[in-house]
């Protein structure tokens, strides 16, 4: 079953620090990475438990938290 949303907040999981779903990567890591230039294949292939479909998606959330309509 598919995940419905590629970011998550548990408690029980990095102490509820946003993680990609069905992982303890926290999304900081990848927007640290982005932020010091490095390309978003650098993330992925450090942490492959992020595909770059869920690392997309993350994007879209975030892009939609932060847009205005």
């Known amino acids: 079953m598919a995940e419905k949303h590629a970011i998550t907040r548990d408690p029980e999981i990095q102490g509820g620090t946003p993680v990609f779903?069905?992982?303890r990567v926290p999304?900081?890591?990848m927007l640290d990475y982005l932020a010091d230039?490095?390309?978003l294949e650098s993330f992925?292939?450090?942490y492959p438990s992020v595909?770059?479909?869920k690392a997309?998606?993350?994007f879209e959330e975030v892009k939609?938290?932060?847009v205005t309509a």
């Open 51 to 53: 595909s770059r479909k």
């Open 56 to 58: 997309l998606q993350a």
């Open 64 to 66: 939609g938290l932060l």
């Open 44 to 46: 992925l292939e450090q």
């Open 21 to 23: 779903s069905g992982t």
């Open 37 to 39: 230039g490095q390309p």
């Open 27 to 29: 999304v900081a890591v």
